[in-house]
Protein backbone atom coordinates (compact mmCIF):
# COMPACT_ATOMS: atom_id res chain seq x y z
CA UNK A 1 0.00 0.00 0.00
CA UNK A 2 0.95 3.56 -0.02
CA UNK A 3 3.19 5.06 2.36
CA UNK A 4 5.40 8.15 3.54
CA UNK A 5 8.54 8.46 5.15
CA UNK A 6 9.70 11.92 7.01
CA UNK A 7 13.04 12.74 8.24
CA UNK A 8 13.14 12.15 11.79
CA UNK A 9 12.90 15.48 14.37
CA UNK A 10 12.71 17.41 16.10
CA UNK A 11 14.50 19.81 13.76
CA UNK A 12 16.11 23.16 15.51
CA UNK A 13 17.40 26.48 13.86
CA UNK A 14 18.15 29.82 14.16
CA UNK A 15 16.08 32.59 12.82
CA UNK A 16 17.42 32.52 9.20
CA UNK A 17 18.67 29.62 8.90
CA UNK A 18 18.22 26.91 5.74
CA UNK A 19 15.63 24.16 6.34
CA UNK A 20 15.28 21.31 4.70
CA UNK A 21 12.38 18.61 5.66
CA UNK A 22 13.34 15.02 3.53
CA UNK A 23 9.82 13.18 2.62
CA UNK A 24 10.13 10.34 0.06
CA UNK A 25 7.07 8.00 -0.82
CA UNK A 26 5.65 4.97 -1.81
CA UNK A 27 2.83 4.58 -4.13
CA UNK A 28 1.83 2.56 -7.37
CA UNK A 29 0.93 5.16 -9.87
CA UNK A 30 1.23 8.84 -9.79
CA UNK A 31 -0.14 10.17 -6.97
CA UNK A 32 -0.38 13.55 -5.76
CA UNK A 33 1.75 15.13 -2.98
CA UNK A 34 1.65 17.68 -0.34
CA UNK A 35 3.10 19.78 2.37
CA UNK A 36 0.94 20.27 5.48
CA UNK A 37 1.56 22.26 8.40
CA UNK A 38 0.07 22.57 11.67
CA UNK A 39 0.81 25.65 14.30
CA UNK A 40 0.40 25.46 17.58
CA UNK A 41 -3.40 24.83 18.56
CA UNK A 42 -4.35 25.18 15.33
CA UNK A 43 -5.51 22.46 12.63
CA UNK A 44 -3.92 21.40 9.84
CA UNK A 45 -3.33 23.62 6.60
CA UNK A 46 -2.43 22.94 3.31
CA UNK A 47 1.46 24.44 2.90
CA UNK A 48 1.89 23.66 -0.91
CA UNK A 49 1.23 20.69 -3.27
CA UNK A 50 2.45 19.03 -6.49
CA UNK A 51 0.63 16.70 -8.86
CA UNK A 52 2.52 15.65 -11.25
CA UNK A 53 6.34 14.52 -11.77
CA UNK A 54 9.17 17.51 -11.76
CA UNK A 55 6.29 19.70 -10.27
CA UNK A 56 7.36 22.59 -7.97
CA UNK A 57 4.72 23.37 -5.34
CA UNK A 58 5.76 26.64 -3.49
CA UNK A 59 4.14 28.80 -0.69
CA UNK A 60 5.19 31.08 1.75
CA UNK A 61 8.84 30.98 0.75
CA UNK A 62 8.52 26.95 1.09
CA UNK A 63 9.11 24.69 -2.07
CA UNK A 64 9.35 21.09 -2.84
CA UNK A 65 9.55 19.66 -6.17
CA UNK A 66 8.10 16.38 -7.06
CA UNK A 67 10.84 13.73 -8.21
CA UNK A 68 9.48 10.57 -9.68
CA UNK A 69 13.47 8.95 -10.05
CA UNK A 70 14.25 9.06 -6.42
CA UNK A 71 10.05 9.12 -4.98
CA UNK A 72 11.05 12.15 -3.37
CA UNK A 73 9.43 15.70 -2.10
CA UNK A 74 11.61 17.90 0.12
CA UNK A 75 10.52 20.22 1.72
CA UNK A 76 12.79 23.15 1.60
CA UNK A 77 13.59 27.24 3.12
CA UNK A 78 16.04 29.94 2.64
CA UNK A 79 15.31 31.41 5.82
CA UNK A 80 12.98 30.33 8.37
CA UNK A 81 11.55 32.84 10.72
CA UNK A 82 10.26 32.00 14.29
CA UNK A 83 6.65 32.35 13.64
CA UNK A 84 7.21 28.95 10.60
CA UNK A 85 7.52 27.06 14.26
CA UNK A 86 4.91 24.78 13.43
CA UNK A 87 4.47 20.81 13.12
CA UNK A 88 5.11 19.35 9.15
CA UNK A 89 3.64 16.92 7.59
CA UNK A 90 3.85 15.17 3.78
CA UNK A 91 1.20 13.93 2.59
CA UNK A 92 0.13 11.80 -0.83
CA UNK A 93 -3.37 11.21 -2.24
CA UNK A 94 -2.93 7.83 -4.10
CA UNK A 95 -5.05 5.47 -5.73
CA UNK A 96 -7.43 5.17 -3.01
CA UNK A 97 -9.62 7.73 -3.97
CA UNK A 98 -9.97 10.24 -1.06
CA UNK A 99 -7.63 9.19 1.48
CA UNK A 100 -4.23 10.71 2.32
CA UNK A 101 -1.63 8.95 3.81
CA UNK A 102 0.88 10.80 6.15
CA UNK A 103 4.20 10.57 6.95
CA UNK A 104 4.99 10.91 10.93
CA UNK A 105 5.53 14.35 10.79
CA UNK A 106 8.48 16.79 11.78
CA UNK A 107 8.34 18.85 14.28
CA UNK A 108 10.09 21.96 13.99
CA UNK A 109 11.44 24.78 16.18
CA UNK A 110 12.91 28.30 14.98
CA UNK A 111 14.87 30.02 17.77
CA UNK A 112 15.41 34.03 17.64
CA UNK B 1 -19.85 28.51 9.13
CA UNK B 2 -15.57 29.51 8.23
CA UNK B 3 -14.28 25.96 8.60
CA UNK B 4 -14.85 22.78 9.64
CA UNK B 5 -15.66 22.44 13.23
CA UNK B 6 -15.44 20.00 16.11
CA UNK B 7 -17.34 18.96 19.39
CA UNK B 8 -15.93 18.05 21.75
CA UNK B 9 -12.53 19.68 21.69
CA UNK B 10 -11.46 17.53 24.79
CA UNK B 11 -12.82 14.25 25.73
CA UNK B 12 -11.67 12.00 28.78
CA UNK B 13 -13.53 9.02 29.13
CA UNK B 14 -13.24 6.07 31.31
CA UNK B 15 -12.53 2.58 30.13
CA UNK B 16 -15.38 0.65 28.73
CA UNK B 17 -17.57 4.29 28.03
CA UNK B 18 -19.17 5.09 24.90
CA UNK B 19 -17.93 8.48 23.11
CA UNK B 20 -19.49 10.29 20.05
CA UNK B 21 -17.53 12.91 18.69
CA UNK B 22 -19.41 15.18 16.25
CA UNK B 23 -18.16 17.33 13.05
CA UNK B 24 -19.65 20.08 11.47
CA UNK B 25 -18.04 20.53 7.70
CA UNK B 26 -18.30 23.79 5.70
CA UNK B 27 -21.22 24.59 4.09
CA UNK B 28 -21.25 22.81 0.76
CA UNK B 29 -18.69 20.15 0.68
CA UNK B 30 -20.55 17.01 0.16
CA UNK B 31 -16.96 15.02 0.88
CA UNK B 32 -16.29 14.17 4.69
CA UNK B 33 -12.94 12.10 6.28
CA UNK B 34 -12.25 11.18 9.49
CA UNK B 35 -8.53 10.79 10.39
CA UNK B 36 -7.01 9.50 14.05
CA UNK B 37 -3.19 10.90 15.35
CA UNK B 38 -1.72 9.09 17.86
CA UNK B 39 0.45 11.35 19.90
CA UNK B 40 3.84 11.77 17.84
CA UNK B 41 2.26 10.10 14.79
CA UNK B 42 0.52 11.48 11.68
CA UNK B 43 -2.67 11.31 10.84
CA UNK B 44 -4.42 7.85 10.05
CA UNK B 45 -7.22 7.46 7.19
CA UNK B 46 -10.44 6.03 9.10
CA UNK B 47 -13.74 6.36 7.04
CA UNK B 48 -14.87 8.55 4.00
CA UNK B 49 -18.05 10.13 3.28
CA UNK B 50 -19.67 10.91 0.05
CA UNK B 51 -23.02 12.92 1.06
CA UNK B 52 -24.34 10.73 3.25
CA UNK B 53 -23.32 7.66 1.77
CA UNK B 54 -20.05 5.73 3.38
CA UNK B 55 -17.70 5.26 0.21
CA UNK B 56 -14.70 3.69 2.44
CA UNK B 57 -14.71 2.73 6.56
CA UNK B 58 -11.15 0.52 5.78
CA UNK B 59 -9.35 2.39 7.67
CA UNK B 60 -12.25 1.97 11.22
CA UNK B 61 -9.80 -0.70 13.66
CA UNK B 62 -12.40 -2.34 15.03
CA UNK B 63 -15.98 -3.14 15.11
CA UNK B 64 -16.00 -0.59 17.97
CA UNK B 65 -15.96 2.53 15.87
CA UNK B 66 -18.86 3.62 13.85
CA UNK B 67 -19.34 6.63 11.96
CA UNK B 68 -22.85 8.20 10.55
CA UNK B 69 -23.46 11.36 8.22
CA UNK B 70 -27.35 10.77 8.26
CA UNK B 71 -28.11 13.76 6.17
CA UNK B 72 -24.95 14.58 4.19
CA UNK B 73 -23.80 17.44 6.57
CA UNK B 74 -23.13 16.53 10.10
CA UNK B 75 -21.36 13.67 10.78
CA UNK B 76 -20.72 11.96 14.05
CA UNK B 77 -17.84 9.16 15.18
CA UNK B 78 -19.08 6.79 17.67
CA UNK B 79 -16.40 4.57 19.41
CA UNK B 80 -18.14 2.03 21.76
CA UNK B 81 -16.34 0.58 25.10
CA UNK B 82 -13.36 2.61 24.56
CA UNK B 83 -10.06 1.15 25.06
CA UNK B 84 -7.03 3.09 26.11
CA UNK B 85 -5.70 2.60 22.70
CA UNK B 86 -8.21 4.93 21.47
CA UNK B 87 -6.51 7.62 23.14
CA UNK B 88 -5.92 10.21 20.52
CA UNK B 89 -6.97 13.26 18.49
CA UNK B 90 -9.78 12.64 15.71
CA UNK B 91 -9.71 15.18 12.56
CA UNK B 92 -11.96 15.40 10.80
CA UNK B 93 -12.08 17.08 7.49
CA UNK B 94 -14.42 18.04 4.47
CA UNK B 95 -13.70 18.50 0.64
CA UNK B 96 -15.68 19.64 -2.71
CA UNK B 97 -16.82 17.16 -4.43
CA UNK B 98 -14.60 15.26 -7.10
CA UNK B 99 -15.33 12.18 -9.40
CA UNK B 100 -11.24 11.90 -9.47
CA UNK B 101 -8.23 13.44 -8.83
CA UNK B 102 -7.71 15.64 -5.46
CA UNK B 103 -9.81 18.56 -3.74
CA UNK B 104 -8.23 20.36 -1.13
CA UNK B 105 -9.19 18.35 2.24
CA UNK B 106 -10.07 21.19 4.94
CA UNK B 107 -9.46 19.75 8.10
CA UNK B 108 -11.18 20.86 12.01
CA UNK B 109 -8.89 21.60 14.93
CA UNK B 110 -9.69 17.83 16.14
CA UNK B 111 -10.97 16.16 19.38
CA UNK B 112 -8.53 14.89 21.78
CA UNK B 113 -9.77 11.92 22.95
CA UNK B 114 -7.89 10.37 26.59
CA UNK B 115 -9.33 7.18 27.57
CA UNK B 116 -8.61 6.40 31.05
Known amino acids: GDSVTQMEGPVTLSEEAFLTINCTYT??????LFWYVQYPGEGLQLLLK?????DKGSNKGFEATYRKETTSFHLEKGSVQVSDSAVYFC???????????FGQGTILTVHP | GAGVSQSPRYKVAKRGQDVALRCDPISGHVSLFWYQQALGQGPEFLTYFQNEAQLDKSGLPSDRFFAERPEGSVSTLKIQRTQQEDSAVYLC??????????????FGPGTRLTVL
Open chain 1, 50 to 54: ATKAD
Open chain 2, 93 to 106: ASSLPGTSGYNEQF
Open chain 1, 27 to 32: ATGYPS
Open chain 1, 91 to 101: ALFGTSYGKLT
